[in-house]
């Protein structure tokens, strides 16, 4: 393995389970079945996970130089290029500027870096086995449009399960992402009702379980509100030998529904277009019809990513946390988009459940989503850091994330940071016009906590879409 995938695979460990720096000997990392030594100077500052700059000099092998008459940090190695500055919550990739939740500090004569902006600038494969405390890093194979593929997949795939990296349930649709295509067995069943979804030969994703309670025996709920058709959808590990995954849809009422299979891992059981028939999947396709009923008869398809979530708590406020944040703007934009009859919109997760960057990328670019927007809350090693800032990646989303722009930071009355580029993996790997919003800084309290206002997120969702329909041109 490349020298840079061991520090990819070592960073996004300790990002995506910040209780690291607490009990690092508590857990074992193997890459490539070498059991790895995880630093106890790892530590959590401010919600962001920081690594002495030694983790990358003497077990990666990279070059790092010290400037401390400028409090710069160079690092390079495998063809990048990163500079980093002491108290400066900006950081230079490749002479491209970037933001960084938290400056890097000096901490007892060791320099502290953030992981974060390494770690999303990179594909990452992270397997985590919950009841051996065990996580299996592998290196990612090359990127496409839609998204990436881990060596760690590949080798759960070889043993001939499919892995599901994601549920979710939006517009009475419920989508579920796995890492390859399988045959469901669909069927509905009465007193109560409900619609049964069983997954041959289909295990957990590692990213997804951990946090889940999806183990064989104990059963997960994804709460659905406000749906007049179903009240709760229900998954586990069904059984073990063989393994498979059951989810079950509980309904308020009898319902009929369709299932798509969307080919490479992405299935939809819709209860939306209920003509008074069932159409059952088929028998070695897993499929009732080529496409799915998602954008039919012309329908503009939005698909709307609350970032982070479950064990990711995205960045830390002094009330809330970033996942929470995120995930209630989302559903507040769902709910005003719903009502457009020219729109079809889906979100990448409804609940607090963990969804792998490359999952969110694979539901946009299945359902051939029109826009991509993911939604966030930022941070800053200083509280008084503030204001509202619109991401995109590729020229083509440039217009899309101008227009939202304005409707957007007008809606927030924060500071106007501006229409920026970044390198972000969801706004880089989709294929659609995609932006990433920043809304406000978590680490501002008087920010924080107009965010965690009920009619200020009210405002800020009506914003956002304002800026999605007059982009799409839909009235």
Do not use: C
């Not at 209780?19 to 990392?29: F, L, N, P, S, Y």
């Not at 009330?319 to 020219?342: C, F, H, I, M």
């Not at 009355?413 to 969801?426: A, E, I, S």
């Amino acid at each position: 393995m490349k020298k840079l995938g061991f520090l990819v695979f070592l960073l996004v460990f300790m990002w995506s389970f910040p209780h690291i720096g607490e009990a690092a000997t508590d857990t074992k990392v193997v890459l490539n079945g070498q059991q790895l030594s995880i630093p106890e100077e790892v530590q959590n500052v401010k919600g962001s996970v920081m690594v002495p700059i030694r983790v990358i000099s003497q077990n990666l092998g990279y070059q790092v130089k010290w400037d401390q008459s400028a409090g710069q940090v160079n690092i390079d190695g495998e063809g990048k290029s990163i500079q980093l500055y002491i108290g400066k919550n900006a950081a230079s990739v490749d002479n491209k500027t970037y933001s960084l939740n938290t400056a890097p500090v000096i901490k007892n004569g060791t320099t502290m870096v953030p992981i974060r902006l390494v770690s999303e600038q990179m594909g990452i494969g992270v397997h985590w086995n919950n009841s051996d405390k065990i996580v299996t890093l592998t290196s990612t194979g090359t990127s496409t449009g839609g998204g990436t593929t881990s060596d760690a997949d590949n080798a759960t795939s070889e043993n001939g399960l499919a892995l599901v990296n994601g549920i979710s349930f939006s517009e009475s649709r419920l989508l579920v992402t796995l890492d390859k295509s399988v045959t469901p067995k669909v069927s509905k069943m009465d007193s109560p009702n409900r619609i049964v979804v069983d997954l041959p030969n289909a295990d957990f994703g590692g990213g997804f379980a951990q946090g889940q309670n999806a183990e064989a025996g104990q059963i997960a709920t994804l709460a659905v509100p406000n749906n007049d058709n179903v009240s709760q959808v229900r998954y586990s590990q069904y059984s073990t030998d063989p393994s498979s995954v059951r989810i079950v849809i509980d309904l308020k009422k009898a319902k009929n529904y369709e299932v798509f299979n969307e080919g490479q891992g992405l299935l939809i059981v819709d209860l939306t277009a209920d003509n008074g028939t069932t159409k059952q999947p088929d028998s070695s396709t897993g499929a009732t019809q080529p496409g799915s009923s998602v954008g039919n008869s012309g329908k503009k398809v939005v698909v709307i990513d609350a970032g982070h979530g479950d064990q990711d708590p995205g960045a830390v406020g002094s009330q809330t946390t970033e996942k929470r944040l995120n995930l209630g703007l989302a559903l507040k934009v769902e709910a005003l988009l719903k009502d457009d009859p020219n729109i079809d919109v889906i979100l990448t997760r409804s609940d607090d459940t963990f969804l792998e960057l490359k999952e969110r990328v694979k539901v946009a670019e299945k359902l051939n989503a029109d826009v991509f927007v993911s939604i966030h809350a930022n941070s800053s090693g200083s509280s008084a850091a503030s204001g509202t800032e619109t991401y995109y990646q590729r020229s083509s989303s440039k217009k899309l994330a101008q227009t939202i722009h304005k409707y957007f930071v007008a809606a927030t009355g924060f500071k106007d940071r501006g229409v920026q580029y970044g390198n972000f993996h969801v706004i880089r790997e989709t294929t659609m016009p995609a932006v990433l919003l920043e809304v406000g800084f978590i680490s501002n309290r008087t920010e924080e906590s107009k965010m965690m206002d009920s009619a200020k997120q009210d405002q800020i969702a009506a914003s956002v879409v304002k800026g999605i329909k007059e982009y799409l041109g839909v009235s």
